[in-house]
């Protein structure tokens, strides 16, 4: 945004204060009592068709406002304050101590009071910076949300404070402070950032789930909070949707932000019965998404026994690499298995490592990485032994540049080659073979001969829902053992991102079928198919393992 555009904005918002504070009554009452409450059957009838309620403790803020002084300050304290109410939930985010992160993420269900919740926030951080003269953000996704902000903030702030700008969407209250309302949604990427442009002293911003593309222009309006202490309050519903999961985790392994949930049953303005008509009435996953504001993935969802909090993880502290041992059936020197899915559209290949772990009864897999590529099968070897060599120590050159005599490889288990037109061609095998990689088929057909033990050269073929049964035993078996996870950093951010997306958002359809998707851009089977191919020969079920 040019500067001049800028400078016009700012000297608009201050005239505006200006004209206020000149029109105002010298002497406003500025004061709320917040009361914090508890629902009680044999408490009192304290709003209108409203559970009873009994008042546990209270809050006051502000006072009478001098208009006139410059800066603008209290000078009295409260005749006739308004009176708010709160659960014991909002209490500690509404008053937003010191001791608490700056930046507040707050998971709310439907009917829980999150958006009043924040405007009784941006009532107080208001009142707080009385005679700062300065400007507090309020964000909505949609115009449609940031009305339902203007009409929570009309409803709760009397009208002697503030005079509203319809055509700014913003509140000038006449202690000196504007709260201006933004809807952060784009119509196209040409429009840029309607937040850019603006200094805030503070910030709210309703259902964030659904302005992340936005989150770094509000981080940076910040630069006016005195002593740097930018205050953010953030509401959340719980959403299926990787890029949100992943943007929670990075923030919230941050020491400034902070997460809290406001579940719908926690809420005392509202009947229980209500909670129990919606659970009848709900699916459970809904009930525990909409109502309970757990973060949950589709109803029909694949691999079920997925959670990103046990799933998705470091690898520990004392975690030895076994990979070697492990795959020593297959070769003396594999110290990294890989697992490739040839696609039409995508070659994509993921990279796991076996450890043993302190406190585990066996050995578990770790996802370390993914390469996923859109040109050729050639294309997808060179970068995938690029990786390789650079990031995992494996197939190394000696100073001549050729294959080191002694140096440690990986093993690729592939969708097996065939002769249908569902099967990849044996060509693939020969394009990534000549390469230098070791590929082989994820299976061998049997040999009949010998029974199901001992196998052929014959490629097998690996059953779809067998493959994926599994994954969902490693994720998490009968007895609640876990073996197969997913690296991160320490910031949560997954080592296989598109894996992930495919775990949390893989569903089956009406008739039950997993992985019946168009095979198109939007297709996710490719990343749980090339990690079954990985792991099918070694942790398939055998004969023996299971007993009753």
């Known amino acids: 945004m040019p500067l001049s555009d800028v400078t016009t904005r700012v000297r608009a918002a201050r005239a505006d204060v200006s004209h206020v504070l000149e029109r105002a009554d010298r002497y406003v009452d500025m004061g709320v009592t917040l009361r ?255 109502v309970l504001a757990l973060d949950v993935g589709p109803e029909r969802m694949v691999y079920h026994t997925y959670s990103r909090a046990e799933t998705v993880r470091m690898i520990p502290l004392g975690a030895q690499d076994c990979t070697r041992e492990v795959l020593q059936p297959f070769g003396p020197l594999y110290s990294v298995l890989v697992g490739h899915d040839p696609g039409k559209l995508k070659d994509v290949s993921v990279i796991l490592k076996a450890y043993r772990v302190p406190g585990a009864k066996r050995y578990v897999w770790y996802v370390v990485d993914e390469l996923t590529t859109d040109t050729t099968t050639e294309e997808h070897g060179v970068q995938l032994l690029a990786r390789l060599r650079s990031k995992w120590n494996v197939h190394k050159l000696d100073i001549r540049g050729r294959p080191l005599d002694g140096s440690e490889r990986a093993l690729i288990r592939a969708d097996p080659h065939g002769t249908n037109s569902k099967s990849p061609d044996k060509s693939v095998y020969t394009t990534l073979a000549n390469l230098g990689l070791d590929i082989r088929p994820a299976l061998y057909a049997p040999n009949p001969r010998h029974g199901p033990t001992i196998g052929t050269p014959k490629p097998g073929r690996v059953d779809k829902e067998a493959g994926i049964e599994m994954i969902v035993r490693l994720l998490k078996d009968a007895s609640g053992e876990r073996r197969l996870f997913v690296a991160c950093d320490d910031m949560r951010q997954p080592a296989a991102r598109k894996l992930v997306e495919a775990f949390e958002r893989s569903e089956r359809d009406l008739a039950g079928e997993a992985e019946a998707d168009r095979k198109d851009e939007n297709d996710r089977s490719h990343w749980p198919a090339a990690l079954r191919y990985s792991l099918i020969a070694i942790e398939r079920v055998r004969f023996g393992e299971v007993a009753v």
Request: glycine content about 8%.
């Open 36 to 290: 914090v409450v508890r629902m009680d059957p044999d408490g009192r009838q304290l709003l209108r068709r409203k559970p009873k309620l009994r008042v546990l403790r209270e809050h006051h803020r502000g006072g009478i406002v001098d208009t006139s002084a410059r800066p603008v300050r209290f000078v009295a304290p409260s005749e006739r304050p308004v009176i708010w109410y709160c659960s014991e939930q909002a209490e500690p985010l509404i008053l937003h101590g010191e001791s608490m992160p700056m930046r507040l993420l707050v998971y709310g269900a439907m009917g829980a009071g999150k958006t009043t919740t924040m405007c009784q926030w941006l009532g107080f951080r208001a009142l707080e910076s009385t005679g700062m003269d300065g400007e507090i953000g309020a964000t909505a996704p949609t115009n449609d949300r940031a009305i339902m902000i203007e009409q929570a903030i009309t409803g709760l702030w009397p009208r002697t404070w503030w005079k509203w700008r319809g055509n700014a969407r913003t509140y000038t209250l006449v202690n000196g402070i504007t709260v201006r309302l933004v809807s952060t949604h784009q119509q196209s990427h040409a429009e840029g950032s309607r937040v850019q442009g603006w200094n805030w002293i503070a910030c709210a911003s309703d259902e964030m789930q659904d302005q992340l593309h936005v989150d770094g222009d509000i981080e940076a309006r910040g630069r006016d909070a005195a002593d740097a202490r930018y205050l953010r309050f953030c509401t959340a519903t719980a959403k299926d949707d990787t890029e949100w999961r992943s943007w929670r985790d990075r923030v919230l392994s941050t020491s400034i932000w902070g997460e809290a949930r406001m579940a719908g049953p926690d809420s005392p303005f509202i009947e229980p019965s209500w909670w129990e008509q919606l659970k009848e009435s709900l699916t459970e996953r809904e009930y525990q998404r909409k």
